[in-house]
């Protein structure tokens, strides 16, 4: 089992920034290839970036490129989310999951590859 909780969000304004963590436990952290997903209102869950367990690999949808950044620090079972230049369409709940994966440099993006999944923080950003 692994217990994920997001942390982080809130309302800014376009152009803003937002870090969001997710405190991991139980399970080994260093050993799931972790993602962060989001749900705008109305639409389906997507892929945003995911990061390998190994920390190496990482993948962002284009969406966001440039913008976000992915990270995690193995010792403290934390993974972030910093995002920059924020955008009215970002507005979304975000949640972090982790999959168990065969090998350290994968990096799924599928969410039905992620069993474990917090509980979301809301990112609201205002135009």
């Known amino acids: 089992q692994v217990q994920l909780v997001e942390s982080g969000g809130g309302l800014v304004q376009a152009g803003g920034s937002l870090r969001l963590s997710c405190a991991a436990s139980?399970?080994?952290?260093?050993?799931?290839?972790m993602g962060w997903f989001r749900q705008p209102p109305g639409k389906e869950r997507e892929s945003v970036v995911v990061i390998s367990a190994s920390g190496v690999n990482t993948y962002y949808a284009d969406s966001v490129k440039g913008r976000f950044t992915i990270s995690r620090d193995n010792a403290k079972n934390t993974l972030y989310l910093h995002m920059n230049s924020l955008k009215p369409e970002d507005t979304a709940v975000y949640y972090c999951?982790?999959?168990?994966?065969?090998?350290?440099?994968?990096?799924?993006?599928?969410?039905?590859?992620?069993?474990?999944w917090g509980q979301g923080t809301q990112v609201t950003v205002s135009s």
């Open positions: 139980g399970r080994t952290f260093s050993s799931c290839a």
């Open positions: 999951a982790c999959a168990a994966v065969p090998v350290l440099w994968a990096t799924p993006t599928k969410a039905n590859e992620y069993f474990y």
